[in-house]
């Protein structure tokens, strides 16, 4: 039989991924990136600035510089390139990501025969309880999740241009964290006014992002859980990437509960999340969706998936959008004989 060269390089390419990836988190835990920033662009300057071996950051920077994180030589010095840049510490840094990806969720990855064969949590397995429980304890740990989440949120300033959210619109972001997104739009939209909605330990960190921008006086603060109900009133209802987590039921009864808050017939309700399709996938929707398996045993969901749970809702989809980073927008309307 004749090998197959090109199989066996991708074969390669794809079981060496891992190497890459743990790589890079080295790199970041040692903060190589900010280092050559500061102008230490030697391997022996890396080595002393680090408290690593020489040996070992030189090895490690033949292969970022490789990988394009890096670019340069030891006689001429490392510089970062675009790829390093992302990754030092500041407010929109990927470097918390590599943080997460690199410790926890690495580790989750590790039960992925496990996690497939049962559909059920890697996460769980490695350390015990699910990763939200861990997250309430492990304040460090929860700290770096929301700022690998911020980092995400790329796509945040294109929201106002597939919707209007002018015309004095109260919008009601559900489950909105720090309030970044909320944040966006009404940065965007003077005229409107906001309603930030969360579990009551978010409202601190909230509040002081939320004074630092577009001030408290555009905005209500509220506590509570989606599940059992959401404030009422709303012109505008946004669900952003809150719903991966859970089952079908759950879901549709969040629907059920923006439904029934609506203003009236002219409300929306907006789910910007990622959508994956089943034929003709691209590699990356399909990453996430798998990575929520491992991670909190959740998923993402088709389009179909999306319409027939709002339909159960009295809610039909009235257009979609996509925004940057894999996330779609489903714009979806009341149906006027529902009765949620």
């Not at 675009?82 to 410790?103: F, H, K, N, T």
């Not at 590699?283 to 990575?291: G, I, K, M, S």
Request: proline share 3%; glycine share 10%.
């Amino acid at each position: 039989m004749t090998v197959d060269i090109q199989a066996t390089r991708d074969v390669v390419d794809m079981i060496t991924g891992g190497w890459r990836a743990q790589a890079l988190y080295a790199a970041v835990k040692l903060g190589l990136p900010d280092h050559i920033e500061a102008g230490r662009t030697s391997c022996g300057e890396l080595a002393e600035s680090t408290g690593a071996k020489e040996d070992g950051i030189h090895r490690l920077m033949r292969l970022l510089v490789a990988m394009g994180v890096f670019e340069g030589n030891e006689r001429t010095g490392y510089r970062n390139t675009a790829v390093g840049a992302a990754l030092l510490d500041g407010p929109q840094s990927l470097r918390d990501m590599c943080l997460l990806y690199g410790e926890e969720f690495y580790t989750a990855w590790g039960h992925a025969h496990h996690a497939i064969s049962t559909a059920s949590s890697g996460f769980e397995v490695a350390y015990g309880q699910p990763l939200y429980n861990y997250l309430s304890q492990d304040k460090d740990t929860a700290k770096r999740f929301q700022r690998t989440m911020n980092a995400g949120n790329m796509f945040f300033d294109q929201v106002p241009e597939i919707f209007d959210f002018s015309g004095g619109k109260r919008i009601v972001d559900v489950g909105a964290g720090g309030g970044h997104l909320l944040t966006a739009i009404l940065g965007a939209t003077p005229d409107a006014r906001g309603t930030l909605f969360d579990r009551e330990h978010m409202m601190p960190a909230a509040r002081e992002h939320l004074a630092a921008t577009v001030g408290l006086d555009r905005v209500q603060l509220v506590g509570g859980d989606m599940f059992k109900g959401v404030p009422v009133g709303g012109d505008v209802y946004i669900l952003c990437r809150v719903l991966a987590g859970w089952d079908d039921d759950a879901v549709v009864e969040v629907f059920k509960n923006c439904r029934r808050a609506m203003a009236d017939s002219s409300s929306r309700l907006l789910i910007l999340d990622r959508v994956v399709v089943d034929e003709d996938s691209t590699v990356l929707p399909a990453l996430w969706d798998l990575h929520l398996l491992m991670t909190t045993g959740g998923r993402h969901r088709t389009l179909d998936g999306f319409t027939a749970m709002l339909d159960r809702a009295g809610l039909d989809v009235e257009r979609v959008a996509e925004l940057p980073m894999e996330t779609m927008a489903l714009i979806a309307a009341p149906r006027a004989s529902a009765h949620p």
